[in-house]
Protein backbone atom coordinates (compact mmCIF):
# COMPACT_ATOMS: atom_id res chain seq x y z
CA UNK A 1 0.00 0.00 0.00
CA UNK A 2 1.39 3.36 -0.69
CA UNK A 3 1.76 6.40 1.68
CA UNK A 4 -0.75 8.21 0.35
CA UNK A 5 -3.49 5.06 0.20
CA UNK A 6 -2.53 4.66 3.53
CA UNK A 7 -2.99 8.55 5.06
CA UNK A 8 -6.05 8.13 3.75
CA UNK A 9 -7.09 4.76 4.62
CA UNK A 10 -9.77 3.43 7.35
CA UNK A 11 -8.60 2.46 10.88
CA UNK A 12 -9.99 -0.94 8.93
CA UNK A 13 -7.25 -1.18 6.50
CA UNK A 14 -4.83 -0.13 9.19
CA UNK A 15 -6.03 -3.03 11.29
CA UNK A 16 -5.69 -5.18 8.22
CA UNK A 17 -2.39 -4.37 7.54
CA UNK A 18 -1.18 -5.35 11.58
CA UNK A 19 -3.34 -8.26 11.02
CA UNK A 20 -0.69 -9.47 8.01
CA UNK A 21 2.64 -9.70 10.53
CA UNK A 22 3.79 -12.53 12.58
CA UNK A 23 2.97 -11.04 15.40
CA UNK A 24 -0.77 -10.00 15.20
CA UNK A 25 -1.49 -13.64 13.49
CA UNK A 26 -0.04 -15.36 16.63
CA UNK A 27 -1.88 -13.24 18.85
CA UNK A 28 -4.75 -14.44 16.99
CA UNK A 29 -4.22 -17.59 16.60
CA UNK A 30 -4.03 -18.07 20.14
CA UNK A 31 -6.64 -15.80 21.27
CA UNK A 32 -9.49 -17.64 18.45
CA UNK A 33 -7.82 -21.08 19.49
CA UNK A 34 -9.09 -20.77 23.36
CA UNK A 35 -12.25 -18.95 22.65
CA UNK A 36 -13.02 -22.41 20.61
CA UNK A 37 -11.45 -24.31 23.06
CA UNK A 38 -13.71 -23.29 25.91
CA UNK A 39 -16.69 -22.89 23.55
CA UNK A 40 -16.54 -26.73 23.31
CA UNK A 41 -16.49 -27.71 26.66
CA UNK A 42 -19.95 -26.51 26.86
CA UNK A 43 -21.83 -29.28 24.90
CA UNK A 44 -21.31 -31.77 22.01
CA UNK A 45 -23.02 -29.90 19.30
CA UNK A 46 -20.90 -26.75 20.64
CA UNK A 47 -17.50 -29.08 20.14
CA UNK A 48 -18.75 -30.08 16.72
CA UNK A 49 -19.25 -26.55 15.74
CA UNK A 50 -15.87 -25.80 17.37
CA UNK A 51 -13.76 -27.84 16.00
CA UNK A 52 -15.08 -26.83 12.44
CA UNK A 53 -14.78 -23.29 12.70
CA UNK A 54 -11.23 -24.03 14.02
CA UNK A 55 -10.19 -26.10 11.41
CA UNK A 56 -11.69 -23.41 8.53
CA UNK A 57 -10.16 -19.94 11.03
CA UNK A 58 -6.35 -22.31 10.72
CA UNK A 59 -6.63 -22.73 7.09
CA UNK A 60 -7.36 -18.84 6.70
CA UNK A 61 -4.48 -18.12 8.91
CA UNK A 62 -2.48 -20.70 7.07
CA UNK A 63 -2.64 -19.01 3.86
CA UNK A 64 -2.17 -15.10 5.46
CA UNK A 65 1.19 -16.73 6.61
CA UNK A 66 2.26 -18.44 2.81
CA UNK A 67 1.47 -14.88 1.53
CA UNK A 68 3.23 -12.41 4.33
CA UNK A 69 5.61 -14.74 5.75
CA UNK A 70 7.84 -12.41 6.40
CA UNK A 71 6.18 -9.47 7.42
CA UNK A 72 7.02 -8.35 10.94
CA UNK A 73 5.90 -5.65 13.30
CA UNK A 74 8.70 -3.83 13.78
CA UNK A 75 8.84 -2.92 9.54
CA UNK A 76 5.05 -1.93 9.55
CA UNK A 77 5.91 0.31 12.57
CA UNK A 78 9.37 1.61 11.03
CA UNK A 79 7.74 3.33 8.62
CA UNK A 80 6.52 6.91 8.58
CA UNK A 81 3.02 7.29 7.33
CA UNK A 82 2.54 4.47 9.63
CA UNK A 83 3.86 6.34 12.34
CA UNK A 84 2.15 9.63 11.29
CA UNK A 85 -1.61 7.81 11.14
CA UNK A 86 -0.74 6.28 14.72
CA UNK A 87 0.44 9.94 15.84
CA UNK A 88 -3.03 11.02 14.80
CA UNK A 89 -4.99 8.38 16.23
CA UNK A 90 -3.19 8.23 19.11
CA UNK A 91 -4.95 10.64 21.84
CA UNK A 92 -8.61 8.51 21.18
CA UNK A 93 -6.53 5.80 21.87
CA UNK A 94 -4.72 6.46 25.14
CA UNK A 95 -8.38 7.80 25.93
CA UNK A 96 -10.06 4.33 25.07
CA UNK A 97 -7.18 1.93 27.13
CA UNK A 98 -7.24 4.45 30.13
CA UNK A 99 -10.94 4.01 30.02
CA UNK A 100 -10.06 0.06 29.72
CA UNK A 101 -7.77 0.23 32.83
CA UNK A 102 -10.19 2.06 34.73
CA UNK A 103 -12.69 -0.75 34.17
CA UNK A 104 -10.24 -2.98 35.19
CA UNK A 105 -9.31 -1.07 38.28
CA UNK A 106 -12.56 -1.22 39.65
CA UNK A 107 -13.30 -4.92 38.83
CA UNK A 108 -10.38 -5.71 40.34
CA UNK A 109 -11.35 -4.70 43.54
CA UNK A 110 -13.97 -7.71 44.09
CA UNK A 111 -11.27 -10.44 43.18
CA UNK A 112 -10.41 -12.50 45.91
CA UNK A 113 -6.30 -11.33 47.12
CA UNK A 114 -4.77 -14.55 44.89
CA UNK A 115 -6.60 -13.18 41.63
CA UNK A 116 -5.29 -9.87 42.72
CA UNK A 117 -1.62 -11.20 43.58
CA UNK A 118 -1.70 -13.19 40.46
CA UNK A 119 -2.97 -9.97 38.36
CA UNK A 120 -0.41 -7.79 39.92
CA UNK A 121 2.31 -10.34 39.06
CA UNK A 122 1.61 -10.94 35.82
CA UNK A 123 1.59 -7.33 35.06
CA UNK A 124 5.32 -6.18 36.27
CA UNK A 125 6.43 -9.74 34.22
CA UNK A 126 4.83 -8.34 31.26
CA UNK A 127 6.87 -4.97 31.50
CA UNK A 128 9.64 -4.00 28.85
CA UNK A 129 12.04 -2.41 30.81
CA UNK A 130 13.93 -1.37 27.99
CA UNK A 131 10.84 0.04 25.74
CA UNK A 132 10.09 1.48 28.86
CA UNK A 133 13.29 3.37 28.45
CA UNK A 134 13.24 4.36 25.23
CA UNK A 135 9.88 5.47 24.95
CA UNK A 136 11.09 8.06 28.13
CA UNK A 137 14.11 9.21 26.31
CA UNK A 138 12.31 9.54 23.42
CA UNK A 139 9.68 11.51 24.81
CA UNK A 140 12.31 13.63 26.50
CA UNK A 141 13.66 14.82 22.98
CA UNK A 142 10.71 15.56 22.03
CA UNK A 143 9.37 17.53 24.86
CA UNK A 144 12.75 19.75 25.48
CA UNK A 145 12.68 20.73 21.68
CA UNK A 146 8.96 21.83 22.07
CA UNK A 147 9.88 24.16 25.24
CA UNK A 148 12.12 26.16 23.22
CA UNK A 149 8.81 27.51 21.78
CA UNK A 150 6.42 26.78 24.51
CA UNK A 151 8.09 26.26 28.02
CA UNK A 152 5.15 25.78 29.97
CA UNK A 153 3.28 22.90 27.59
CA UNK A 154 3.34 20.18 30.16
CA UNK A 155 2.72 21.98 33.60
CA UNK A 156 -0.69 23.57 31.39
CA UNK A 157 -1.54 20.27 30.42
CA UNK A 158 -1.23 18.51 34.09
CA UNK A 159 -2.55 21.12 35.94
CA UNK A 160 -5.76 20.24 33.94
CA UNK A 161 -5.13 16.52 34.69
CA UNK A 162 -4.11 17.22 38.59
CA UNK A 163 -7.61 18.91 38.88
CA UNK A 164 -9.04 16.22 37.61
CA UNK A 165 -7.73 13.75 39.49
CA UNK A 166 -7.49 15.46 42.85
CA UNK A 167 -11.35 15.92 42.42
CA UNK A 168 -12.00 12.02 41.73
CA UNK A 169 -9.35 10.49 43.60
CA UNK A 170 -9.97 9.46 47.34
CA UNK A 171 -7.06 10.43 49.14
CA UNK A 172 -8.00 8.48 52.66
CA UNK A 173 -7.47 5.27 50.75
CA UNK A 174 -4.33 6.23 49.58
CA UNK A 175 -3.07 7.07 52.85
CA UNK A 176 -4.10 3.56 54.17
CA UNK A 177 -1.84 2.09 51.10
CA UNK A 178 0.54 4.47 52.19
CA UNK A 179 0.84 3.54 55.58
CA UNK A 180 0.74 -0.29 55.23
CA UNK A 181 2.82 -0.39 52.05
CA UNK A 182 5.89 0.70 54.48
CA UNK A 183 8.07 -2.54 53.69
CA UNK A 184 6.97 -2.55 49.71
CA UNK A 185 8.20 1.02 49.53
CA UNK A 186 11.73 0.18 51.97
CA UNK A 187 12.44 -2.44 49.82
CA UNK A 188 12.09 -0.71 46.47
CA UNK A 189 14.67 2.36 47.55
CA UNK A 190 17.04 -0.42 48.69
CA UNK A 191 16.87 -2.41 45.53
CA UNK A 192 16.79 0.69 43.52
CA UNK A 193 20.04 1.83 45.41
CA UNK A 194 21.83 -1.55 44.50
CA UNK A 195 20.79 -1.11 41.13
CA UNK A 196 22.38 2.15 40.87
CA UNK A 197 25.49 1.15 42.62
CA UNK A 198 26.18 -1.88 39.71
CA UNK A 199 26.26 0.92 37.20
CA UNK A 200 28.21 3.57 38.75
CA UNK A 201 28.25 5.93 35.41
CA UNK A 202 24.91 5.88 35.85
CA UNK A 203 24.55 7.17 39.08
CA UNK A 204 27.08 10.28 38.36
CA UNK A 205 24.53 11.26 35.77
CA UNK A 206 21.76 10.94 37.90
CA UNK A 207 23.06 12.94 40.92
CA UNK A 208 23.83 15.65 38.11
CA UNK A 209 20.11 16.18 38.28
CA UNK A 210 20.70 17.56 41.63
CA UNK A 211 21.45 20.92 41.02
CA UNK A 212 18.14 21.95 38.36
CA UNK A 213 15.87 19.82 41.16
CA UNK A 214 17.17 21.51 43.73
CA UNK A 215 16.72 25.15 42.29
CA UNK A 216 13.24 23.79 41.65
CA UNK A 217 12.09 22.15 45.06
CA UNK A 218 13.47 25.68 46.56
CA UNK A 219 11.11 27.50 43.74
CA UNK A 220 7.99 25.06 45.12
CA UNK A 221 9.04 25.65 49.08
CA UNK A 222 9.39 29.41 48.60
CA UNK A 223 5.67 29.26 46.91
CA UNK A 224 4.62 26.66 49.59
CA UNK A 225 5.93 28.96 52.30
CA UNK A 226 4.22 32.10 50.86
CA UNK A 227 0.43 30.15 50.88
CA UNK A 228 1.06 29.00 54.51
CA UNK A 229 1.72 32.45 55.32
CA UNK A 230 -1.53 33.38 54.12
CA UNK A 231 -3.36 31.30 56.32
CA UNK A 232 -4.84 32.00 59.90
CA UNK A 233 -2.32 31.44 62.59
CA UNK A 234 -4.21 28.78 64.58
CA UNK A 235 -5.14 26.92 61.32
CA UNK A 236 -1.26 26.99 60.70
CA UNK A 237 0.14 26.17 63.79
CA UNK A 238 -2.37 23.00 64.01
CA UNK A 239 -1.20 21.97 60.47
CA UNK A 240 2.51 21.93 62.00
CA UNK A 241 1.15 20.07 65.32
CA UNK A 242 -0.25 17.42 62.69
CA UNK A 243 3.15 17.31 61.12
CA UNK A 244 5.07 16.79 63.57
CA UNK A 245 2.64 13.86 65.02
CA UNK A 246 2.64 12.37 61.89
CA UNK A 247 7.03 11.73 62.02
CA UNK A 248 7.97 8.32 62.77
CA UNK A 249 10.08 9.28 66.50
CA UNK A 250 11.49 5.51 66.72
CA UNK A 251 12.73 6.27 63.05
CA UNK A 252 14.96 9.19 63.57
CA UNK A 253 15.75 8.28 67.03
CA UNK A 254 17.36 4.84 65.09
CA UNK A 255 18.74 7.62 62.36
CA UNK A 256 20.31 9.20 64.57
CA UNK A 257 21.57 5.55 66.33
CA UNK A 258 23.01 4.56 63.22
CA UNK A 259 24.99 7.80 62.10
CA UNK A 260 26.56 7.64 65.59
CA UNK A 261 27.33 4.03 64.99
CA UNK A 262 28.35 4.96 61.93
CA UNK A 263 31.16 7.90 63.00
CA UNK A 264 32.17 4.98 65.89
CA UNK A 265 32.98 2.05 63.81
CA UNK A 266 34.67 4.54 61.12
CA UNK A 267 36.97 6.07 64.15
CA UNK A 268 37.37 2.03 65.56
CA UNK A 269 38.16 0.54 62.02
CA UNK A 270 40.67 3.58 61.46
CA UNK A 271 42.55 2.85 64.73
CA UNK A 272 42.58 -0.67 64.35
CA UNK A 273 44.27 -0.55 60.39
CA UNK A 274 46.69 2.11 61.26
CA UNK A 275 49.53 2.52 63.16
CA UNK A 276 49.70 2.90 67.12
CA UNK A 277 48.72 6.17 67.97
CA UNK A 278 48.13 7.35 64.38
CA UNK A 279 44.67 5.82 63.03
CA UNK A 280 44.56 4.94 58.98
CA UNK A 281 42.03 7.93 58.36
CA UNK A 282 44.07 10.69 59.98
CA UNK A 283 47.01 9.41 58.37
CA UNK A 284 45.29 9.28 55.15
CA UNK A 285 43.50 12.35 55.52
CA UNK A 286 47.24 14.13 55.93
CA UNK A 287 48.21 12.66 53.06
CA UNK A 288 45.16 13.81 50.83
CA UNK A 289 45.54 17.27 52.33
CA UNK A 290 48.98 17.53 51.46
CA UNK A 291 48.44 15.97 48.28
CA UNK A 292 45.70 18.65 47.88
CA UNK A 293 47.86 21.76 49.11
CA UNK A 294 51.12 20.88 46.77
CA UNK A 295 49.11 21.81 44.15
CA UNK A 296 47.25 24.39 45.40
CA UNK A 297 48.53 28.31 44.95
CA UNK A 298 48.92 29.97 48.71
CA UNK A 299 49.07 33.62 47.34
CA UNK A 300 45.99 32.89 45.40
CA UNK A 301 44.14 31.31 48.14
CA UNK A 302 44.79 34.15 50.75
CA UNK A 303 43.89 36.64 47.60
CA UNK A 304 40.47 34.94 47.24
CA UNK A 305 39.62 34.64 50.85
CA UNK A 306 40.98 38.45 51.15
CA UNK A 307 37.98 38.90 48.34
CA UNK A 308 35.46 37.30 50.42
CA UNK A 309 36.31 38.84 53.64
CA UNK A 310 36.05 42.43 51.55
CA UNK A 311 32.94 41.37 49.91
CA UNK A 312 31.05 39.86 53.49
CA UNK A 313 32.44 43.62 54.99
CA UNK A 314 30.84 45.76 51.96
CA UNK A 315 27.26 43.58 51.84
CA UNK A 316 26.90 43.68 55.74
CA UNK A 317 28.01 47.58 55.56
CA UNK A 318 25.10 47.90 52.35
CA UNK A 319 22.82 46.30 54.74
CA UNK A 320 23.40 48.05 58.01
CA UNK A 321 23.19 51.16 56.28
CA UNK A 322 19.92 50.39 54.33
CA UNK A 323 18.53 49.09 57.89
CA UNK A 324 19.80 51.75 60.20
CA UNK A 325 17.63 54.06 58.16
CA UNK A 326 14.57 52.58 59.77
CA UNK A 327 14.99 54.18 63.36
CA UNK A 328 13.23 50.73 65.46
CA UNK A 329 15.59 48.72 63.49
CA UNK A 330 18.80 49.70 66.05
CA UNK A 331 16.02 49.37 69.08
CA UNK A 332 15.02 46.03 67.46
CA UNK A 333 18.27 44.71 67.01
CA UNK A 334 19.73 45.52 69.93
CA UNK A 335 16.57 43.84 72.37
CA UNK A 336 17.08 40.70 69.90
CA UNK A 337 20.76 40.71 71.10
CA UNK A 338 19.89 40.95 74.39
CA UNK A 339 17.12 37.96 74.13
CA UNK A 340 19.83 35.50 72.70
CA UNK A 341 22.23 36.32 75.78
CA UNK A 342 19.33 35.88 78.23
CA UNK A 343 18.09 33.18 76.69
CA UNK A 344 21.72 31.43 76.74
CA UNK A 345 22.04 32.24 80.71
CA UNK A 346 19.00 30.64 80.98
CA UNK A 347 19.81 27.09 79.57
CA UNK A 348 23.12 27.25 81.01
CA UNK A 349 21.07 27.98 84.37
CA UNK A 350 18.71 25.10 83.65
CA UNK A 351 22.14 22.64 83.18
CA UNK A 352 23.23 23.60 86.71
CA UNK A 353 19.93 22.71 88.16
CA UNK A 354 20.07 19.50 86.44
CA UNK A 355 23.11 18.87 87.89
CA UNK A 356 22.39 19.71 91.12
CA UNK A 357 18.62 17.80 90.55
CA UNK A 358 21.19 14.53 90.17
CA UNK A 359 21.70 14.37 94.17
CA UNK A 360 24.75 15.17 96.00
CA UNK A 361 26.57 11.89 95.43
CA UNK A 362 25.74 11.52 91.64
CA UNK A 363 26.80 15.30 90.89
CA UNK A 364 30.21 14.90 92.39
CA UNK A 365 30.61 11.58 90.23
CA UNK A 366 29.67 13.21 87.03
CA UNK A 367 31.80 16.04 87.56
CA UNK A 368 34.68 14.10 88.70
CA UNK A 369 34.45 12.02 85.48
CA UNK A 370 34.22 14.98 83.53
CA UNK A 371 37.36 16.50 85.01
CA UNK A 372 39.33 13.21 84.15
CA UNK A 373 38.54 13.48 80.76
CA UNK A 374 40.91 17.02 80.63
CA UNK A 375 44.08 16.48 79.71
CA UNK A 376 45.82 18.72 82.30
CA UNK A 377 49.52 18.16 80.55
CA UNK A 378 48.34 19.02 77.27
CA UNK A 379 46.97 22.46 78.56
CA UNK A 380 50.25 23.44 80.46
CA UNK A 381 52.10 22.43 77.47
CA UNK A 382 50.21 24.80 74.97
CA UNK A 383 51.17 27.02 77.69
CA UNK A 384 54.64 26.53 77.51
CA UNK A 385 55.00 27.01 73.64
CA UNK A 386 52.93 29.89 73.48
CA UNK A 387 55.78 31.41 76.01
CA UNK A 388 58.15 29.77 74.14
CA UNK A 389 57.20 31.23 71.05
CA UNK A 390 56.91 34.68 72.60
CA UNK A 391 60.63 35.27 73.67
CA UNK A 392 61.62 33.95 70.33
CA UNK A 393 59.53 36.53 68.95
CA UNK A 394 60.91 38.73 71.38
CA UNK A 395 64.78 37.84 70.56
CA UNK A 396 63.87 38.16 67.03
CA UNK A 397 62.18 41.72 67.03
CA UNK A 398 62.50 43.12 71.05
CA UNK A 399 61.06 45.90 70.01
CA UNK A 400 57.93 44.74 68.13
CA UNK A 401 55.31 44.11 71.10
CA UNK A 402 56.68 48.07 73.06
CA UNK A 403 55.65 49.32 68.77
CA UNK A 404 52.45 48.08 68.57
CA UNK A 405 51.58 48.49 72.11
CA UNK A 406 52.42 52.16 71.52
CA UNK A 407 50.79 52.77 68.18
CA UNK A 408 47.70 51.55 70.01
CA UNK A 409 48.15 53.81 72.95
CA UNK A 410 48.64 56.98 71.34
CA UNK A 411 45.89 55.99 69.64
CA UNK A 412 44.04 56.14 72.24
CA UNK A 413 42.11 59.43 73.41
CA UNK A 414 43.38 59.31 76.86
CA UNK A 415 40.53 62.07 78.08
CA UNK A 416 37.65 60.25 76.78
CA UNK A 417 39.23 56.89 78.85
CA UNK A 418 39.38 58.92 82.11
CA UNK A 419 35.98 59.99 82.03
CA UNK A 420 34.64 56.81 81.22
CA UNK A 421 36.66 54.76 83.84
CA UNK A 422 35.79 57.56 86.21
CA UNK A 423 32.15 56.66 86.28
CA UNK A 424 31.90 53.26 85.47
CA UNK A 425 34.30 52.39 88.85
CA UNK A 426 32.40 54.75 90.17
CA UNK A 427 28.80 53.29 89.47
CA UNK A 428 30.56 49.06 89.65
CA UNK A 429 32.63 49.99 92.63
CA UNK A 430 29.13 51.14 94.65
CA UNK A 431 27.07 48.47 92.95
CA UNK A 432 29.40 45.69 93.67
CA UNK A 433 30.37 47.35 97.02
CA UNK A 434 28.72 43.90 99.07
CA UNK A 435 30.61 41.55 96.52
CA UNK A 436 33.94 43.19 97.28
CA UNK A 437 33.99 43.37 100.43
CA UNK A 438 33.08 39.92 100.83
CA UNK A 439 35.14 38.15 98.23
CA UNK A 440 38.27 41.06 98.44
CA UNK A 441 39.36 40.09 101.93
CA UNK A 442 39.69 36.66 101.77
CA UNK A 443 41.79 36.61 98.13
CA UNK A 444 43.91 39.27 99.48
CA UNK A 445 44.81 37.29 102.67
CA UNK A 446 45.44 34.18 101.00
CA UNK A 447 47.57 36.23 98.32
CA UNK A 448 49.66 37.88 101.27
CA UNK A 449 49.93 34.19 102.67
CA UNK A 450 50.84 32.49 99.65
CA UNK A 451 53.72 35.86 98.92
CA UNK A 452 54.97 35.70 103.05
CA UNK A 453 56.37 31.55 103.61
CA UNK A 454 57.69 28.93 101.14
CA UNK A 455 58.62 31.11 98.56
CA UNK A 456 60.09 27.95 96.69
CA UNK A 457 63.51 29.68 95.00
CA UNK A 458 61.75 33.01 94.27
CA UNK A 459 62.48 34.69 97.43
CA UNK A 460 64.47 37.43 95.89
CA UNK A 461 61.46 38.49 93.29
CA UNK A 462 58.94 38.38 96.32
CA UNK A 463 61.08 40.40 98.80
CA UNK A 464 61.90 43.34 96.03
CA UNK A 465 57.85 43.41 95.18
CA UNK A 466 57.58 43.74 99.41
CA UNK A 467 59.97 46.56 99.64
CA UNK A 468 58.42 48.28 96.93
CA UNK A 469 54.46 47.50 98.11
CA UNK A 470 56.10 48.85 101.53
CA UNK A 471 57.18 52.41 100.34
CA UNK A 472 54.08 52.88 98.52
CA UNK A 473 51.96 52.19 101.27
CA UNK A 474 54.16 54.00 103.80
CA UNK A 475 54.33 57.14 101.28
CA UNK A 476 50.74 57.03 100.44
CA UNK A 477 50.16 57.26 104.63
CA UNK A 478 52.82 60.15 104.93
CA UNK A 479 51.00 62.09 102.48
Known amino acids: MSGLQFKNASFAVFATEVMKTREARNILDSTVTDFFDKWAEKGEIQSEFAKHAKRIFQRRLAQ ?6 DQELMDLLQSPDVMEYIGKKLPESMNSMVEIVHLMAVSLVTYPEEKQLEFINDIFASLNADKIAGILTSLARTIDTLHKNNPTIIADNL ?36 LLFEFPAKLILVLSFIPGISNNLLFFLKDLLKRFNALPADILTDLLISFFKEVDGKTVGKLINNLAEFIRQVHTGSALIGDPGSPRFSTEFARKTGTILNEVNPELVFKAGNALVDGKEALLKSMYDAAWEDPQFAELALKQLMAVRNSRNRLAQRKIELLDELG ?10 ASSEWNADEFAELINSGCSLANRLHDHSPDLLKNRVE ?43 CLASGNNGNEEQITAMRKTLRRFIMDEEIC
Open 407 to 449: EFVDTLDLYEIEETVAWVSRDLTETFKPVLQTVVPVVAKDLIE
Open 64 to 69: LEDRHN
Open 360 to 369: EEEAAGAIAT
Open 159 to 194: VSILRDFLENIDLGEIKSLSENSKKELRSLITQTND
